[in-house]
């Protein structure tokens, strides 16, 4: 299984991004997504999971509002709508693909990581 990410970029505070995660390889569509980031000198951490139904979805509780998990099976593509950038979401995120069909919130309970797209936001 391969993940890439790609949407990152440049923007201003309170402006908007779609990050996109494509799958290849083993399909998405037994098996939870999700996505996490990380800053410099910070550990890795959660951000949002879509089960693998897409009836279930989580949030860590500063995006939450703003953020915006989501996934199309038919182009094996997950997705996280970045809405009201703050300076403080300046990241690398990564999306990952969990063990289960489970959304899950820790960083061990999943198998497959992509390799990251940089979101940095100006104040």
């Known amino acids: 299984v391969q993940l890439v990410e790609s949407g990152g970029g440049l923007v201003q505070a309170g402006g908007s991004l779609r990050l996109s995660c494509a799958a290849s390889?083993?399909?998405?569509?037994?098996?939870?997504t999700g996505w996490f980031r990380q800053a410099p000198g910070k550990e890795r951490e959660f951000v949002a999971a879509?089960?693998?139904?897409?009836?279930?979805?989580r949030y860590a509780d500063s995006v939450k509002g703003r953020f915006t998990i989501s996934r199309d099976i038919a182009k094996n593509t997950a997705y996280l709508q970045i809405n009201s950038l703050k300076p403080e979401d300046t990241a690398v995120y990564y999306c990952?693909?969990?063990?289960?069909?489970?959304?899950?919130?820790?960083?061990?309970?999943?198998?497959?990581w992509g390799q990251g797209t940089q979101v940095t936001v100006s104040s």
């Open positions: 990952a693909r969990s063990q289960d069909a489970i959304a899950r919130i820790d960083t061990h309970g999943y198998d497959y």
């Open positions: 390889g083993r399909t998405f569509s037994a098996y939870a």
């Open positions: 879509i089960s693998w139904s897409g009836g279930v979805t």
